[in-house]
T-cell receptor, first 115, second 114 residues
Framework: GESVGLHLPTLSVQEGDNSIINCAYS??????FIWYKQESGKGPQFIID?????DKRQGQRVTVLLNKTVKHLSLQIAATQPGDSAVYFC??????????????FGKGTKLSVIP | DTGVSQDPRHKITKRGQNVTFRCDPI?????LYWYRQTLGQGPEFLTY????????KSRLLSDRFSAERPKGSFSTLEIQRTEQGDSAMYLC????????????FGPGTRLTVT
């Protein structure tokens, strides 16, 4: 398969530990912030999103935190499993003005889970 | 399989040739998006359709690129006179009406221009 993760920040965690992946965003007008997971050779897979008027949202084993003061987004993965190994991207969605409805992706982070 | 599908998965072409990619979105999804992704980077928006109407195009979409969605279902992306800089993964995504925040991506078409 192809490598999506060249030259990306890398996070290595032990299986069973919790993972925290961080993202800084730029557009304070974004309406949604979304996390995607991309495995080698595959397209991005939607994980979880959060509206701009929220500061925390939980899913199955994942939690997204939004800090609008410092324009920071994080994805927490509980009890990390080998299948979580992938590149993770944060993305912004701004419904206002030109460029609406297009996702703007941040830099990815490669998560490697050590068995 | 009811996900977004793309064809072909891989395409190798010589510089100057034309290529065409196809995307079949999830049925009931009225919005369809094209993105381009180069190695180590996140996807970059190219264009999107609502039904058969192409509503927005990125500056990345030069005049050598054209996209269509003639019947509001599948879409094609054509690149004319390919250049080595066109080598990338071309991703298609679709979203359900009213769920614009959830774009579902296909596996992509990997283009290599030699």
């Amino acid at each position: 398969g192809e490598s999506v993760g060249l030259h990306l920040p890398t996070l290595s965690v032990q299986e069973g530990d919790n993972s925290i992946i961080n993202c800084a965003y730029s557009n304070s007008a974004s309406d949604y912030f979304i996390w995607y997971k991309q495995e080698s050779g595959k397209g991005p897979q939607f994980i979880i999103d959060i509206r701009s008027n929220m500061d925390k949202r939980q899913g199955q084993r994942v939690t997204v935190l939004l800090n609008k003061t410092v324009k920071h987004l994080s994805l927490q993965i509980a009890a990390t499993q080998p299948g979580d190994s992938a590149v993770y991207f944060c993305a912004e969605l701004d419904f206002s003005g030109a460029g609406s409805y297009q996702l703007t992706f941040g830099k990815g982070t490669k998560l490697s889970v050590i068995p | 399989d009811t996900g977004v599908s793309q064809d072909p998965r891989h395409k190798i072409t010589k510089r100057g040739q034309n290529v065409t990619f196809r995307c079949d979105p999830i049925s009931e999804h009225n919005r369809l998006y094209w993105y381009r992704q180069t190695l180590g980077q996140g996807p970059e928006f190219l264009t999107y359709f609502q039904n058969e109407a192409q509503l927005e195009k990125s500056r990345l979409l030069s005049d050598r690129f054209s996209a269509e969605r003639p019947k509001g279902s599948f879409s094609t992306l054509e690149i004319q006179r390919t250049e080595q800089g066109d080598s990338a993964m071309y991703l298609c995504a679709s979203s359900f009406p009213g769920r614009l925040n959830e774009q579902y991506f296909g596996p992509g078409t990997r283009l290599t221009v030699t």
